[in-house]
């Protein structure tokens, strides 16, 4: 099997192997700019083979409908632009949501399956690496949801984001953190550390880092969220991939209608940002 020699970030050659709970995806550190990604690359055969197996028949929540309704109104305050190129965009729910409330969007996906279903929705989608998209014109936000940690050229994938917005654009995207509390209770058997699904680990000051280098400033950058669920499949305690309908989704319900869970929901999010110890970094930047 191939293996990576250089910081996929950085480029510096000396790296350091994780201890034992971190070896089954081949973690590895880089000394110089402290990013973790797994050294092993994985094939286009492994890679078809594993999404392939991704279902994708689930429809998003009326919350999440909601958030990203809530996202949408932040752009919009910040940039007068509405024109938006989701990356890695699965079967188009978010860029749905943006085309209902008057955004013109594009999107970039591999899977077969998933471009015909944005094509269905009418979103103008390209299949194949974000290297090779060259768009009519350039996007006003650029946004990647659960994306960036599935790649292991990500400052190369970080640097072409920069390169395809416009002056002043917004670049959004949610990743795993790496720092996360659910990481520290669980180590080894957290299981976002998983190959080849997980190639890429960021922390919050890597990622800062990088994009501050690249040319982008910070609008703001959070860590939030502790998943239930997740720490009940890494212990194995119910069936990984079990439904949507699970301890986080009935949470956040609650956290919806109910005034205490939601300061409930609240203060814990404050106080995982404020330690940097949230299950997910959630980043807003502008290109300058």
Known sequence: MKRHQFCTLCHNNKLVALAAPYRHAGLVQCEKCGFVFSE???SQEELVAHYAKYDRSKDISEITVKRYTELLTEFSKTISGRTILDVGCGK???LEVAMNNGWTCHGTEFDDHAV??????GIQIFQGPLSQYQPQQLPDVITSFEVIEHINNP???LRKIHALLKPGGLFYFTTPNFNSLSRYLL???WNVIEYPEHLSY???GVMNKKLLEIGFEKIHLDTTGISIQRLKTSAKKVPHGSTETNADQ???EKAERKPMYKLIKSSGNLLLNTLH???TLKGLYRKV
């Open 187 to 189: 180590k080894g058997k």
């Open 40 to 42: 092993l690359i994985p």
């Open 155 to 157: 400052d190369e994938e």
């Open 116 to 121: 015909e279903l944005c094509q269905q929705k």
């Open 92 to 94: 188009g729910e978010f």
């Open 250 to 252: 009935r949470f956040r």
């Open 202 to 204: 960021f922390t919050a």
């Open 277 to 279: 110890l949230g299950d």
